[in-house]
Nanobody, 125 residues
Framework: VQLQASGGGLVQAGGSLRLSCLAS????????LGWFRQAPGKEREYVAG???????????GYADFVKGRFTISRETAGNTVNLQMNSLRPEDTAVYYC????????????????WGQGTLVTVSS
C-alpha cells in the first residue's frame, strides 16, 4: 500500500488549501484515514479522521483546533480522501501526513499501518 499526500503550498493567513491523500496498491472497502501534522520541533498531532464501510462514511472527526475550519471527505469513486482547509492561520504551518488502516480509533497515531510522505503547508502572516 502506498499513500500519496499532495496539495500543500504557501498561502497567506485566511486563505485556503485542499490536501489530498491517494491510496494505491489495495482497495480499502472498510478503512480509517487520518490526517496528522508535525510542526518544526513539535510532535506529530492528529488533525482529522474519517472512517468508512463500502461507499458509506460512518465517521468524520476533527481536532478542536481545526473544527469549523477544516473538512475531511472521501471520494466515493476511489481511494482518495481530501482535507479542505479554510481560514488558515500561521500556526497551521506544518508538514501534513496521511495514514490509513483497516479499522480502529482515528486519533491514535501509533495504530496506523501505512503513511504517506507528507506535504508541507506554510501559512504566512
Amino acid at each position: 500500500v502506498q499513500l500519496q499526500a499532495s496539495g500543500g503550498g504557501l498561502v497567506q493567513a485566511g486563505g485556503s488549501l485542499r490536501l489530498s491523500c491517494l491510496a494505491s496498491g489495495r482497495t480499502f472497502s472498510r478503512g480509517v484515514l487520518g490526517w496528522f501534522r508535525q510542526a518544526p520541533g513539535k510532535e506529530r498531532e492528529y488533525v482529522a479522521g474519517i472512517s468508512w464501510i463500502g461507499s458509506s462514511t460512518n465517521y468524520a472527526g476533527y481536532a478542536d483546533f481545526v473544527k469549523g475550519r477544516f473538512t475531511i471527505s472521501r471520494e466515493t469513486a476511489g481511494n482518495t480522501v481530501n482535507l479542505q482547509m479554510n481560514s488558515l492561520r500561521p500556526e497551521d504551518t506544518a508538514v501534513y501526513y496521511c495514514g490509513i488502516k483497516s479499522s480502529g480509533i482515528p486519533t491514535i497515531i501509533s495504530s496506523y499501518d501505512y503513511w504517506g510522505q507528507g506535504t508541507l503547508v506554510t501559512v504566512s502572516s
